[in-house]
Antibody, heavy 116, light 107 residues
């Protein structure tokens, strides 16, 4: 059974870079034709797609975040990662990783707070 | 970007009721639509993909229909565990976009 788990700091200072990793277990990130995505949800609000990556490294990003986002993949560790630079309080959210273009399964999510 | 608009934004219903949530895309997306259920503090759960295909393990009281720009999610006989927030999502083109959500509450 495929499982995803987000990890990374829960608190990031304004103007710094948010870094999260999604570890995939129960299957290989490179063994099937799936994209792997990041989605976020500010407290009390809806879902926003951040971007997706294929195991080969091909990426798609949300234009609203594109200038600040980098998603990368490490097939040897069965992980993919998110970096979001120059964060502000508006980037405070629960960050999820998930498989596919229709997303399933999802990680449990991790709350990242941007505050000094 | 394709805008996804759900209606209603909130809905009150009773167990046993049949409810329908609508999702409209700002341009045609064929059948590239998914529906999710989210409960407080939990990750969204995939219910339906390809507009009408029920994800494995999802109860058959959930159903989806539509193509092009207009889609519906129907719950045929509400159970207590169905009270949650529901989101539609298009994956026809990047950027992937979600509806704003429909909160289904107990009447």
């Amino acid at each position: 059974q495929l499982q995803l788990q987000e990890s990374g700091p829960g608190l990031v200072k304004p103007s710094e870079t948010l870094s999260l990793t999604c570890t995939v277990s129960g299957g290989s990130i490179s063994s099937s034709s799936y994209y792997w995505g990041w989605i976020r949800q500010p407290p009390g609000k809806g879902l926003e797609w951040i971007g997706s990556i294929y195991y080969s490294g091909s990426t798609y990003y949300n234009p609203s975040l594109k200038s600040r986002v980098t998603i990368s993949v490490d097939t040897s560790k069965n992980q993919f990662s998110l970096k979001l630079s120059s964060v502000t309080a508006a980037d405070t959210a629960v960050y999820y990783c998930a498989r596919g273009n229709w997303f399933d399964p999802w990680g449990q999510g991790t709350l990242v707070t941007v505050s000094s | 970007a394709i805008r996804m608009t759900q209606s209603p934004s909130s809905l009150s219903a009773s167990t046993g009721d049949r409810v329908t949530i609508t999702c409209r895309a700002s341009q045609g997306i064929s059948s590239y639509l998914a529906w999710y259920q989210q409960k407080p503090g939990k990750a969204p759960k995939l219910l339906i993909y390809a507009a009408s295909t029920l994800q494995s393990g999802v109860p058959s009281r959930f159903s989806g229909s539509g193509s092009g720009t207009d889609f519906t999610l129907t719950i045929s006989c509400l159970q207590s565990e169905d009270f949650a927030t529901y989101y539609c999502q298009q994956y026809y083109s990047y950027p992937i976009t979600f509806g704003q959500g429909t909160r289904l509450e107990i009447k």
